[in-house]
């Protein structure tokens, strides 16, 4: 025996509207967190505590000199992907040892990357205070706010500015 409509109707209804407050409570929350001043990229007056003006100057050369000098390895690391996914799909004859060797041109890439960072990162340091330092230890070898670059939980994918 089938019920009527008029059963599934306010069933419906409450559905429908439990959906739309769960969606609009996730929106105000994402755009809550992006106006906070300290969830913002790249903001060290919030993270390290008493940085100077000298320092914050200092900080903000460094940070920009090792973009520049990241760049080109960023570039030709984009390129080595695009080839690989270009070697590894697509047809059926697969050429594995060229996909191999575009593996480890990645890997050197990376390994350049992962350098310049770490020197990039002891160059900010060195400017800091020891109350400083610890914030900004604490923060992580290549995570936080401070690098180029950072992990992501499937490993090492790098996220630049």
């Known amino acids: 025996m089938e019920k009527p409509m008029k059963y599934y109707i306010p069933s419906l209804i409450l559905l429908f509207t439990f959906m739309f407050a769960e969606t609009a409570a ?41 973009q520049e000098e990241s760049l080109d390895l960023r570039n030709q690391l984009n390129e080595k992907r695009a080839r690989l996914r270009t070697l590894t799909t697509g047809g059926d004859e697969i050429d594995t040892e060229a996909a191999n060797q575009v593996i480890e041109e990645v890997g050197a890439l990376r390994t350049e990357l992962m350098k310049q960072h770490l020197q990039t ?3 900010i340091r060195e400017l800091l205070t020891d109350e400083q330092k610890v914030v900004f230890d604490s923060h992580g070898a290549f995570g936080g706010n401070f690098g180029d670059m950072k992990f992501n939980r499937r490993g090492m994918r790098f996220h630049h500015r």
């Open 26 to 66: 996730a929106q105000q929350g994402r755009r809550a967190m992006a106006e906070r001043p300290h969830f913002q990229r790249g903001n060290m007056e919030y993270m390290l505590p008493d940085l100077t003006d000298e320092q914050r100057e200092q900080i903000r050369d460094i940070r920009l000199k090792a």
């Open 121 to 123: 990162r002891m160059n």
